[in-house]
């Protein structure tokens, strides 16, 4: 690439940030006007003083948790005995964690419609219970793909197996080596993945409206076919919590294992610059 | 005239200078290497034969044509990468082929001259396999028949060979070098290893910091070193400290040593360790005692430390079948020619024995 | 290497009766360790699938059918899958283009360092900004009364509608969907595009050819399976789409998803085998998509060693 001005990449990004940026920016616009002839966030406040919102909100959050709390429990300790124990199995599991990729959310409902149907032996859609129970169930299929990446790059990050086997011949327990080495090796990973699947839940809408539950998203429906402004003001509400779990996400990816919780602000190496 | 001039050839990236100042003059047909330690400024200057960098100052030419400001496609310049840099995309037969295609010529030509290729370095047979399917070795030698197919006036050779396994490296070597030959091509070789450097070269120019130290024959570079860098970089010395008489004889903490000429003052002394033997002769008129520190079985040589006027010096013996070498701690006399002592540049406060 | 293989030891055999039962032993409590992923994958991912599947083979009295396949060639459900082809094809292949005409800009077009990350963390969200949300922001942007509409309107003097543009018809959606296609393709093709080696543009440049001949011959067809694998993808993220367009045009825009959708809801269609049949339509395309996804992508790693 010789010093030529790199007019034709300049020019491609100018109009890709324009393409990103200008429905931001109307769409905020846009949710600003809701009084006549003045800037507002009246918008915003109608949404936040409307008791739905609220009841949705906390419905899809402890759903959401709930799918992350599924999700890690099942996917953490078999990656672990995977790359473990069984590395043969690892094609197999790969492929099943995989699988709902190919699944679009609206078949999985369906099949969950009708398999847990009214006249199934385990009729989980009778009940409100059995029911929330196919939700988280449905967030964790959906959410699994990424849980499971997540999750086994933390481990081939680290070398499980010798950690393991250095915690085992220094007298360890098999419970004491998951909770004291291998867990702490893993966390960032495991919370990196936990946002990603957080952001795929929260707003979801296909699997909640079929299962009638009172969600985020049947909820932003609901509200686009009622109000004009509430939407705009929503989507802009939508787009700063993806924004800030992708963020989190990748903090969290990126940092080395055993490091504390929340990443500190001030990078240690920042400050250690000058000589 | 000669084929490939390099005149006052400076180079900076930012305020970071890497080339300071280069001038070479190479004949048609020359093997010339450029040797020296990674960040001496050698690839820099390969790159700016290639084209790739523009020279902050000076002009290359080639065959009496200014190519400084010629972009690399239109130089015919051939060039063989470190890392191979075959395309993966592409057959044994359409890397070699590609530069022919590009220069336009008729498809027949190119089988012809594929074929030809590929027989020269001895892979007729791989033709229409992908570049992952080979091994190292014969990735490099399909790089460089791609680099050799359309018969550029230069071949440029960046450490080819680093990439390889100790044996084919050798035995690349001399490939590379009989086909240089056979094609009678002007041709650079980048490396940091000096056995490569020795063994092909017509000429070499060892490189320290972006300037040329010496350029010289592989027999002028390693028996004449011109500064310390070359001397310590090239081969192995043995390096002592003493005072010169000013009369052709130098003291070395007591020890007399005679010099091939005279000096006065501090002087450094440098003696190779095949110059320096357990056995008296004629001309091995110096002599030196220390004890044994150290004993290196090399299979078919054997190489000594001896502990002598407060620095190691190096002694290569022949392995004896039939006589072990002498033990560690063992007392022995060091005999050497005056002819083969080195006197070096002066002052160095430190004494130091060169490391391979 | 086959040095190696002689000179190395012979492979021990747990020939005693003790070591064979421990090691049966050991695999068997192995196995339990996998139980609850398992468990919760028959439960949850394949009993629900196997239970449509086999429903899409069955008539209503339960016998063995291919019926409800044929009847999927009827007008209204051909016009869904071929609506839903379209679409997909369309978005897959603007994101395609764009996404990496982007990559080639941050990546390696030569701008400041910066630029990379902004559009890669930016990328993560907007690949994940679909859905409802994403409706909204394309409504309050381009719609009847959207932002940008009445810029063109009163500042420019474009009527956008007048001029045949509608956000919720075919073109709309497919402008709709670039905006998390374009971030994904951007995601997944910037690996390929880091694997451009420096030293293929010097080697091509080197043997003569222009920066224009190292694209065609070079560049593109090392990039080319990536490329068509990543394609694949976005074709298969768009088939599945329903929130975006369920948002943007209610029932109105009848893909598959949609059609499905209604279906589950309130029995559009007469049969309900029919809809199972038509869920495991989307499924194979799905299937086949990603799975041509996985083939390319194979080939393209095996080149890069």
């Known amino acids: ?275 | 005239m000669s084929f490939l001039r390099i005149e006052g050839v400076k180079k900076s990236f930012g305020g970071n200078t890497v080339v300071r100042g280069f001038d070479l003059s190479v004949e048609k047909g020359e093997f010339i290497s450029f040797l020296g330690p990674s960040g001496c400024g050698k690839t820099t200057m390969l790159r700016m034969v290639a084209g790739f960098e523009t020279p902050t100052a000076g002009t290359i030419s080639i065959d009496g044509q200014d190519v400084t400001a010629q972009p690399p496609n239109r130089r015919r310049i051939g060039m063989v990468f470190q890392a191979y840099a075959l395309f993966p995309n592409m057959s044994v037969a359409d890397n070699v082929a590609f530069g022919l295609k590009i220069a336009g010529m008729p498809a027949a030509q190119i089988r012809e001259r594929v074929a030809e290729m590929l027989t020269l370095i001895g892979l007729r047979h791989l033709a229409d396999r992908y570049p992952y399917q080979l091994s190292g070795g014969q990735q490099q030698r399909v790089a460089l028949a791609r680099a050799l197919a359309p018969s550029p006036r230069v071949l440029l050779l960046d450490e080819p060979l680093s990439a390889l396994d100790a044996k084919i490296r050798v035995s690349l070597r001399e490939e590379i070098r009989a086909l240089q030959r056979k094609l009678g091509i002007t041709t650079i070789f980048v490396t940091h290893d000096q056995e490569e450097a020795l063994s092909m070269s017509d000429r070499i120019v060892v490189m320290n910091e972006g300037r040329a130290d010496q350029i010289g024959t592989p027999f002028e570079i390693y028996n004449r070193p011109k500064t310390r860098f070359v001397a310590s970089f090239v081969g192995n010395l043995s390096l002592l400290e003493g005072e010169g008489t000013g009369d052709a004889r130098a003291i070395l903490a007591g020890d007399e040593v005679i010099l091939p000429f005279p000096a006065r003052g501090r002087v450094i002394l440098g003696l190779r360790p095949e110059a320096a033997s357990l056995q008296a002769s004629a001309d091995r008129t110096n002599q030196l005692t220390g004890r044994i520190d150290e004993v290196n079985f090399l299979g078919s040589l054997v190489r000594l430390r001896v502990a002598v006027a407060g620095a190691g010096v190096l002694v290569d013996m022949f392995n004896n079948p039939g006589n072990p070498p002498p033990g560690r701690g063992d007392i022995v006399t060091i005999h050497f020619a005056p002819a083969d002592v080195q006197v070096l540049e002066h002052t160095p406060p430190e004494l130091a024995i060169a490391a391979e | 290497m086959s040095a190696e293989e002689t000179l190395g030891p012979a492979p021990m055999r747990a020939t005693s009766e003790g070591a064979t039962r421990r090691l049966g032993l050991r695999l068997g409590g192995s196995w339990l360790g996998l139980v609850p992923f398992f468990a919760f994958a028959l439960l949850f991912l394949f009993l629900p699938i196997l239970y449509l599947a086999t429903g899409a083979f069955q008539n209503a009295a339960g016998e063995f059918t291919l019926a409800n396949f044929a009847e999927l060639a009827t007008p209204n459900l051909r016009a869904a899958y071929s609506l839903s082809v379209r679409l997909s094809l369309v978005s897959a292949a603007l994101g395609t283009i764009t996404g990496v005409l982007l990559g080639y800009a941050v990546i390696l077009g030569g701008l400041p360092r910066w630029v990379r990350p902004v559009f890669m963390t930016f990328s993560g969200v907007a690949s994940n900004f679909a859905g409802i949300p994403l409706a909204f922001a394309f409504i309050a942007t381009l719609g009847r009364i959207g932002l940008l509409t009445m810029v063109l309107r009163d500042v420019f003097g474009f009527n956008l509608y007048g001029a045949g543009f509608n956000l919720f018809s075919f073109w709309g959606v497919a402008l709709t969907y670039l905006y998390f296609q374009m971030p994904l393709m951007l995601l997944i093709v910037a690996p390929a595009l880091d694997g451009l080696k420096t030293e293929w543009r010097e080697a091509a440049e080197i043997l003569g050819a222009s920066r224009r001949q190292y694209w065609l011959r070079v560049a593109l067809p090392i990039l080319m399976p990536s490329i068509l694998g990543c394609f694949l993808l976005l074709f298969a993220n768009a088939f599945g789409t329903l929130a975006t367009v369920y948002a943007l045009t209610g029932s109105r825009f009848a893909v598959v998803p949609i059609v499905l959708y209604q279906q589950i809801q309130g029995n559009v269609l007469y049969n309900p085998n029919l809809g199972y049949a038509l869920a495991v339509g989307m499924v194979v395309i799905m299937a086949v998509s990603n799975t041509i996804y996985l083939v390319l992508r194979t080939r393209a790693e095996r080149w890069r060693t």
Do not use: H
Request: aromatic content about 12%; proline content about 7%; hydrophobic content about 55%.
């Open chain 1, 1 to 275: 690439m010789r010093r030529s001005l790199p007019i034709v990449s300049t020019l491609i990004v100018l109009l890709a940030a324009s393409y990103f940026l200008i429905p931001l920016y109307a769409t905020f616009q846009f949710s600003l006007q809701m009084v006549r002839g003045q800037w507002s966030f009246e918008a915003y406040r109608s949404v936040f003083n409307s008791d739905v919102f609220a009841a949705t909100v906390t419905f899809s959050t402890i759903a959401s948790l709930a799918a992350i709390l599924v999700g890690v429990l099942i996917v953490v300790p078999t990656a672990y005995w995977v790359r473990l124990r069984l590395p043969r199995w690892r094609p197999v599991v790969e492929f099943v964690s995989l699988m709902p990729l190919i699944i679009p959310p609206v078949v999985l409902v369906f099949g969950y419609v009708r398999l847990f149907g009214s006249t199934s032996y385990l009729p989980l859609t009778l009940s409100n219970a059995g029911t929330n129970t196919l939700l988280v169930a449905g967030y964790v299929v959906l959410s699994l793909p990424y849980m499971y990446r997540a999750v086994d790059n933390g481990m081939a990050a680290i070398d499980i197996k010798t950690l393991t086997e250095a915690a085992e011949i220094l007298g360890a327990s098999r419970f004491r080596t998951i909770a004291a080495v291998i867990f702490p090796n893993v966390r960032s990973a495991i919370v990196s993945g936990a946002f990603l699947s957080f952001s795929i839940s929260f707003g979801e809408f296909v699997i909640a409206s079929l299962l009638n539950r009172p969600a985020f998203g049947p909820y932003l429906v609901q509200i686009g076919q009622d109000r004009a402004y509430e939407p705009a003001a929503l989507a802009i509400m939508s787009f700063a919590l993806i924004w800030a779990c992708m963020v989190l996400m990748q903090l969290f990816a990126a940092r080395k294992p055993g490091g504390r919780i929340l990443p500190r602000l001030i990078r240690p190496s920042a400050r250690s610059v000058t000589p």
